[in-house]
């Protein structure tokens, strides 16, 4: 399965993901596709709509302290539920789906997700830091919501601009 990623302003990110009802093949297959996806693109974080696939489902594979991503520190997401969330905090968040755009967000601090793996099991996981960070930022994405969408007016159109911006250099080289 080849996949490519859907860059914003493609309405298909706008979409709500719909549950995983089925923990078969097909999604094993698409779990690897979106690895491989990630790891080639340099993300540490992928939801499934982000390659087309309106699928509630999410990757994580946050870098450790020597910047490696390991197959051992993958973490897979099927059918995610917030259970619980405190703090906050403030982080710059990317998206490959939003490339060269970096902008300050503010989430929890600590959150708690239930979630199936790929065989259905159910699981749950306590987060802090940036797994946290991109667990919400995963999890935005399965109910068609941005990290732009997280900002403030002025910042967001200034965001606009700027984006308008790239696109028509880009048009232009
Ligand atoms: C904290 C905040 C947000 C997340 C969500 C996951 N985000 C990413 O994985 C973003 C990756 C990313 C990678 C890019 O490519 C390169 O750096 C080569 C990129 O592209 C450019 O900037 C050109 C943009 C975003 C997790 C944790
Ligand atoms: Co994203």
Same mark, same amino acid.
């Given at each position: 399965m080849n996949l490519s990623i859907v860059?914003?302003?493609? +309405?298909?990110?706008?979409? +709500?993901?719909?549950?995983?009802? +089925?923990?078969?093949?097909?999604?094993?297959?698409?779990?690897?596709?979106?690895?491989?996806?990630?790891? +080639? /693109?340099?993300?540490?974080? %992928?939801?499934a709509i982000q390659v087309a696939h309106a699928k509630q489902v999410l990757i994580l594979n946050i870098p450790d302290e020597d910047g490696e991503q390991p197959l051992e520190n993958l973490i897979e997401m099927i059918n995610p539920l917030l259970v619980y969330k405190e703090? =906050? /905090?403030?982080?710059?968040?990317?998206? %490959?789906?939003?490339?060269?755009?970096?902008?300050?967000? /503010?989430?929890? =601090?600590n959150v708690s997700v239930n979630y199936q793996d790929r065989n259905g099991n159910t699981n749950t996981l306590e987060a802090t830091g940036l797994l946290s960070i991109a667990i919400q930022h995963e999890m935005d994405h399965l109910v068609g919501v941005l990290f732009i969408d997280k900002l403030s007016y002025a910042r967001r159109k200034k965001f606009e601009k700027e984006f308008k911006r790239v696109q028509k250099e880009k048009k232009s080289s």
């Open positions: 860059e914003y302003p493609d +309405k298909k990110l706008r979409e +709500k993901s719909l549950k995983v009802e +089925k923990f078969d093949a097909n999604l094993h297959k698409l779990l690897d596709a979106m690895h491989s996806v990630m790891i +080639k /693109t340099n993300g540490i974080g %992928l939801a703090g =906050e /905090t403030i982080y710059q968040e990317g998206c %490959l789906s939003v490339p060269s755009f970096y902008e300050d967000v /503010t989430r929890y =601090e």
